[in-house]
């Protein structure tokens, strides 16, 4: 990003980012998204369209991590609705041989209404995980939930859950004390740059103070972690981390890039045929409108894929 178009881009975020609680809008979207290209970052919003997706996936090399789209949830019916979906999902994955994990959002299983509700929904989820020898993966949300994801990741990790990882995010000042803080569960964590709108007395502002923070949390979990996964499109990034593993005598097994499904799906299959295991995340069910916002603002021209989907119809 340009010093000239930075202001312009963080404009037009902000502005996106806000968009995606515009009730007008939001019905718009789920009534015309799909068709509008919505399907190049979302699976679709059934479990057969998304499993299709898998197969495919698992085909050409990828491991999957599949996100049931959906958050903040208010209902405890409903929270309890997600679980049993996810129980299905992964009873899926085993029933096929499928190569893919589960990632959640506390708020998607409770954490908004009560924190022991999102703690005895993730343990079913990652109990039933264990059970076929598969992982769940914690989001991490907006910085009012960074506290809460992290005492229930540490909980869940002392009651023995060991199929259980969580994110870190660069873009928070405090991520690399949390990281260093954490580094003595030795635990299986996704580093990226965060997604979120988030205010200057917490994160960095600049693309270049995020990704400066970025890389050093890249170099401390390639030295101190079992397992990182580095979830970034940025191919700066990707390149410096390849080579500071090398560098430092990190083992392949002891990473892997993860990217989101349609998101520079050539680098993707350029790290795949370069050796380097490379995880899709792929997003799929009715909820996906506060997703695809958050993909449009990450990157104008995806945005104005969009609009011009529109005017061609
Ligand atoms: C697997 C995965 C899991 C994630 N989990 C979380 C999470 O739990 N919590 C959270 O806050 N955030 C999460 N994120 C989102 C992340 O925080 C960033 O918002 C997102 O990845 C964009 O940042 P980047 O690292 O790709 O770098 P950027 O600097 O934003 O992008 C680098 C380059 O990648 C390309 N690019 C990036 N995004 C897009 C896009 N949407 N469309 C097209 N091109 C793009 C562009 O060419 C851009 O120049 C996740 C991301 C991934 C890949």
């Known amino acids: 990003m340009t010093l000239l178009t930075a202001p312009i881009d963080g404009m ?75 129980r299905h999902i992964l009873t899926a994955f085993a029933a096929e041989g499928l190569r893919s994990n589960v990632a959640l959002k506390l708020t998607h299983l409770g954490l908004a209404i ?40 540490r909980a869940l990790r002392k009651s023995g859950m060991d199929n259980v990882g969580t994110v870190l995010q660069a873009y928070l000042h405090r991520s ?14 996704r580093l990226v740059k965060g997604a979120y709108l988030e205010p200057s007395s917490i994160a960095y502002q600049t693309r270049e103070n995020v990704d400066r ?13 079992p397992f990182t996964a580095i979830a970034t499109h940025d191919h700066r990034i990707i390149e410096h981390a390849l080579a500071f593993a ?21 680098l993707q299959a350029e790290l795949l045929a370069r050796g380097h295991p490379v995880r899709l995340a792929i997003p799929f069910g009715s909820q996906w409108y506060p997703y ?17 989907a529109l005017w061609r119809k």
């Open 114 to 153: 009560d924190a022991d509700l999102a703690r005895a929904n993730a343990t079913a989820v990652a109990e039933h995980a264990r059970s076929y020898g598969n992982f769940v993966r914690i989001d991490m949300e907006q910085s009012a939930y960074t506290d809460a994801t992290l005492d229930l990741y």
């Open 176 to 189: 690399e004390a949390d990281l260093a803080a954490l580094a003595a569960f030795e635990p299986n964590l």
């Open 292 to 308: 695809l916002v958050r993909r449009l603002a990450e990157r104008p021209a995806n945005l104005f894929f969009f609009l011009g």
């Open 12 to 86: 037009m975020r902000s502005a996106l980012l806000g968009a995606a609680d515009n009730r007008a809008l939001r019905r718009f979207m789920y009534r015309h998204g799909m068709n509008l290209g919505a399907r190049r970052f979302v699976a679709g919003e059934t479990l057969d369209e998304f499993l299709a997706v898998v197969r495919k996936m698992n085909a050409r090399g990828f491991t999957v991590a599949c996100g049931l789209l959906g958050e903040g949830v208010e209902d405890r019916g409903d929270a309890a609705a997600v679980v049993d979906e996810y």
């Open 246 to 266: 090398k560098l430092h005598g990190v083992a392949q097994e002891r990473f892997e890039f993860q990217m989101l499904y349609g998101v520079r799906p050539k």
């Open 213 to 225: 923070a970025y890389a050093r949390m890249i170099e401390t979990a390639l030295l101190r972690l």
